[in-house]
């Protein structure tokens, strides 16, 4: 007979997916209808699904904290018939959709109100976060796989909300190619990681894992396939330019992209890291194509004029950072780089034009002695406390060292002219990063456990370390030397990212111009025929 602790859960997983089956069938109906009140209204009923989407979402958190404290509320068993996977992950993820999502549509609701995109946008934005919220509860490989497409062909609609704007056009064609390619990369990877364990459920893979290995050919392969896709779904370098490009799209368009869809990469690893025994070849790809991205995003952001592509380029190095921490292991430090990426960057974008006045500040060209003091004092104290407490850090000497940079790079940033006070105050905060990360990885950790045996290749370590090197030798000269002859040079370059995504960008652009054009022909065709027959 059902406790009530069980009926309890099976009414909060039933109303957690029912949630999303009602945005997609309420997008159906705004795209139906023609009556401007009716879409008024649905706009209203979309925020109050989105804002009980959170309390759902909470209760289920809840439930899954009275379970590790020992209370049967039978989650996961309850789930499985429903297709959920209820675990800390999911949780999380549906909580930072939800918000951000909620938060996005308030504000396009004034943004597009009296645009002709005003009908048009809402649909489809629904369409990407259910098929968001589909992928990241769903217990089931092929529902993530399919859920994975319908996020980018629901998105794709939404970056050509302007169908007269030729170069939003062409960017959100190229887009659509290079979100293909994604495609075949992860329906492979589910391939064969059935192929090894011979099952599409990912609570009975994991089982597996732990039971039988997680070390084949098949899941080598897997491994790479998934990297190829993170890579291409988080726009790292060679792949990136139609990031920059698509920013023709509105600005709740590009919050929702940068905020929500472009960290889905970094949620695919986070969600099948367990399938893999250790670290593997796709986790090696990950720390190149991250690390390359960080070093070359990160100087490419500061040559930027307009604060649009600044922050294009801050996404495509935050995401570098978080693909780089997924290939060292840092599953918890991955999460919380993604959580908080999101909420920076819908902020960050939704407030581009008060984000043009915050920064028009004076920033002299080399720190002072005592701004270099206090980054010392900082970074010292930084250092000590992660050796006192290396399980912050998973016992990785070089994330140590990344959050020890971060550290001082943020006492350094001190503009000058600021007050004792205000100085102090940044090192105060700057030093409260270390613990701060403790107390969030202490809340988030439990939500990516079973990553405990990681080991490196001693080759990537080499390679992890002489990256992190180039970054902080690079960032040095930039502050000490700026007027260098060569770094000067470097200037127009490194705007254009060092040209690296020329040859794709060659590639993509001929075919999306024929793809475009092909489009065209046939639609002028089709009204012919239309016109044709009606005159006859």
């Known amino acids: 007979m059902p406790t009530i602790t069980s009926l309890f859960s099976t009414s909060a997983l039933a109303t957690w997916i029912a949630l999303p089956i009602l945005l997609l069938a309420l997008a159906g109906f705004v795209n139906w209808t023609r009556s401007k009140t009716r879409i008024a209204h ?21 439930l899954l904290l009275l379970k590790s404290a020992g209370l049967d509320t039978r989650l996961p068993e ?60 769903t217990n ?33 064609a190229q887009k659509f190619i290079t979100s293909r390619l994604g495609d075949l990369a992860i329906i492979g990877a589910v391939v064969f990681i059935w192929r090894h364990y011979g099952s599409f459920h990912i609570p009975e893979i994991y089982a597996l894992a732990r039971e039988i290995g997680g070390s084949s050919p098949e899941l080598t392969t897997a491994s790479v396939l998934l990297a190829v896709a993170a890579v291409l ?33 970094g949620f695919l690893w986070l969600r099948l890291f367990p399938v893999f025994e250790g670290f593997t070849a796709g986790h090696f790809l990950l720390l190149v194509a991250g690390g390359v991205t960080v070093i070359v995003a990160v100087f490419a952001m500061m040559t930027q004029s307009s604060v649009k592509h600044a922050l294009v380029w801050s996404t495509n190095a935050q995401m570098g950072f978080m693909l780089f921490e997924i290939a060292l292991g840092a599953y918890t430090l991955a999460l919380l780089h993604l959580l908080a990426h999101s909420l920076y960057k819908a902020h960050s974008l939704l407030a581009s034009g008060r984000t043009v006045k915050a920064t028009a500040v004076y920033f002299s060209g080399r720190p002072g002695a005592s701004q270099l003091v206090l980054a010392g004092v900082a970074s010292g104290l930084a250092a000590a406390m992660l050796w006192m407490l290396p399980e912050l850090v998973e016992g990785k000497a070089i994330l140590a060292a990344l959050l020890v940079l971060a550290v001082a ?13 205000a100085r102090v105050l940044v090192v105060a905060m700057a030093i409260s990063l270390v613990p701060l990360y403790g107390l969030l990885h202490l809340v988030l950790g439990p939500a990516v456990t079973g990553a405990d045996t990681f080991m490196l290749w001693p080759a990537a370590n080499v390679v992890a370390w002489v990256m992190l090197g180039l970054l902080a030798g690079m960032s040095l000269l930039v502050l000490f030397r700026p007027d260098w002859a060569w770094l000067q040079r470097l200037n127009l370059p490194l705007s254009q990212g060092l040209y690296l995504d020329q040859p794709f960008e060659r590639v993509t652009r001929r075919w999306a111009r024929q793809w475009l054009q092909d489009g065209t022909e046939k639609t002028k065709k089709a009204r012919y025929v239309l016109s044709s027959g009606e005159r006859s």
């Not at 490989?141 to 062409?170: D, K």
């Not at 943020?410 to 006070?421: D, E, Q």
Request: charged fraction near 10%.
């Open 42 to 62: 649905c706009w209203r009923l979309a925020e109050f699904l989105l804002k009980a989407l959170i309390v759902v979402t909470g209760v289920v958190g809840i």
């Open 233 to 265: 779904k988080c726009a790292q370098i060679p792949f990136h330019g139609w990031l920059i490009r698509v920013m023709e799209a509105p600005t709740p368009v590009s919050a929702l992209l940068h905020a929500g869809v472009i960290n889905l990469g």
């Open 78 to 137: 309850l789930g499985a018939p429903l297709g959920l996977y209820p675990d800390g992950l999911s949780v999380w993820m549906a909580l930072m959709v939800s918000f951000v999502s909620w938060v996005i549509l308030r504000y396009s609701r004034d943004y597009l109100r009296g645009d002709a995109a005003f009908p048009v946008f809402l649909p489809w934005f629904l369409t990407t976060v259910a098929s968001v919220l589909v992928l990241v509860f």
């Open 409 to 421: 790079a943020s006492v350094l940033g001190v503009p000058s002219g600021s007050t004792a006070r």
């Open 140 to 172: 089931h490989l092929l529902v993530l796989a399919f859920a994975w497409i319908g996020v980018s062909l629901a998105l794709h609609q939404l970056l050509t909300l302007y169908p007269e704007r030729s170069e939003a056009r062409l960017a959100a």
